[in-house]
Nanobody
Framework: QVQLVDSGGGLVQPGGSLRLSCAAI????????MAWYRQAPGKQRELVAS???????NYADSVQGRFSISRDNAKNTVYLQMNSLKPEDTAVYYC????????WGQGTQVTVSS
């Protein structure tokens, strides 16, 4: 059973924007802090942003002020609005629980290039 479906990635020029979505089944979403991670080629997966069930958010220093995480509890969906994108944001992006992660989804590729 697919538990997490990431979508919304693509190719964008530096300075552009993208909005990622992650649809989850309810049992792994409700009452859990959710997070977006990314993994660039040759690098370890890193935490980008997280959001608690009540809406409190946290961001990595590298994306603070440019990215915004949100969630729709009625739709079991978490979003990542990415603005002012830079080439160093290029990576595969994944969502998962921040704590007690479940099986990872397929991720969505974000490429920032001119």
């Amino acid at each position: 059973q697919v538990q997490l479906v990431d979508s919304g990635g693509g190719l964008v020029q530096p300075g552009g924007s993208l909005r990622l979505s992650c649809a989850a089944i309810g049992s792994i979403f409700i009452n859990y802090a959710m997070a977006w991670y990314r993994q660039a080629p040759g690098k370890q997966r890193e935490l980008v942003a997280s959001i608690r069930s009540g809406g409190t958010t946290n961001y990595a220093d590298s994306v603070q002020g440019r990215f915004s995480i949100s969630r729709d509890n009625a739709k079991n969906t978490v979003y990542l609005q990415m603005n002012s994108l830079k080439p160093e944001d290029t990576a595969v992006y994944y969502c998962n629980r921040k704590f007690q992660p479940v099986t990872w989804g397929q991720g969505t590729q974000v490429t920032v290039s001119s």
